[in-house]
C-alpha cells in the first residue's frame, strides 16, 4: 500500500464514522453498501467493538468516503 492511499482511507474512515458522532478512537473494521447508505462493523481502541449503520440521506462527500472504503 502506498501513502496515499493511506491517507485516503484514514479521511474517508473519518468522515464516515464522524457523521455518526463517533471520533478518533473508532475505527471501521468492515463496512457495506446499502439500499439506503451503509452499515459496518467498528471497533473502539480498547478493542470494544460495534455496528453503525446509515440513518439519513449520504451526502456527497460520504458518498466518497464510502466508496474509498469499499472498493480499496
Known amino acids: 500500500m502506498n501513502e496515499d492511499f493511506l491517507s485516503e482511507k ?10 455518526l458522532g463517533f471520533g478518533e478512537e473508532a475505527h471501521i473494521i468492515s ?3 446499502t439500499k439506503d447508505g451503509f452499515s459496518g462493523i467498528g471497533v473502539f481502541k480498547d478493542g470494544e467493538e ?10 456527497e462527500i460520504e458518498i466518497w468516503a464510502l466508496g474509498v472504503l ?3
Open 10 to 19: 484514514i479521511r474517508a474512515e473519518d468522515i464516515i464514522l464522524g457523521s
Open 31 to 33: 463496512i457495506e453498501k
Open 50 to 59: 460495534f455496528s453503525f449503520c446509515s440513518e439519513d440521506e449520504l451526502t
Open 70 to 72: 469499499i472498493n480499496n
